[in-house]
C-alpha cells in the first residue's frame, strides 16, 4: 500500500484548505483510511477517519463541524476539507490505511494503522 498525502500550505486563520491521500497497491474496499496530525513536541493525534465500504465517518471533537472527510472511489482518493482553520491546528498532516473488517472498531491511534503515507505541512497563521 502506498499512500501520497498532498495539499499542505500557510493559511490565515478562518481560511480553508482541503488534503488529499492518493492510495494505491490494493483495492481498498475493506479498508479504514484515517488522517493524523502531528504538532511540533505533541503526540501524533487522531483527525478524522472513513470506512472505504458505506462511507461512515468519524472526526476527534476538535475538528467536528470544521473538517470533513471524504473518499472518491474512482480516483482511490481520501480528501480532508478544512474550515474555519485555527493556529491550533498547525501540524503536519499524515494520512494513513488499515485493514479492517466492517464489525471492527474504527481505531484512533496511531498503532491501529499499518500503512502512512508522508506528512504535508499545514500552517494556520493568526
Known amino acids: 500500500v502506498q499512500l501520497q498525502a498532498s495539499g499542505g500550505g500557510l493559511v490565515q486563520a478562518g481560511g480553508s484548505l482541503r488534503l488529499s491521500c492518493a492510495a494505491s497497491g490494493r483495492t481498498f474496499g475493506s479498508y479504514v483510511m484515517g488522517w493524523f496530525r502531528q504538532a511540533p513536541g505533541k503526540e501524533r493525534e487522531f483527525v478524522a477517519a472513513?470506512?472505504?465500504?458505506?462511507?461512515?465517518?468519524y472526526y476527534a471533537d476538535s475538528v467536528k463541524g470544521r473538517f470533513s472527510i471524504s473518499r472518491d472511489s474512482a480516483k482511490n482518493t481520501v480528501y480532508l476539507e478544512m474550515n474555519s482553520l485555527k493556529p491550533e491546528d498547525t501540524a503536519v498532516y499524515y494520512c494513513?490505511?488499515?485493514?479492517?473488517?466492517?464489525?471492527?472498531?474504527?481505531?484512533?491511534?496511531?498503532?491501529?494503522?499499518?500503512?502512512w503515507g508522508q506528512g504535508t505541512q499545514v500552517t494556520v497563521s493568526s
Open positions: 472513513i470506512r472505504w465500504s458505506g462511507g461512515r465517518t
Open positions: 494513513a490505511a488499515d485493514n479492517r473488517p466492517p464489525i471492527a472498531a474504527i481505531p484512533t491511534t496511531s498503532r491501529g494503522y499499518d500503512y
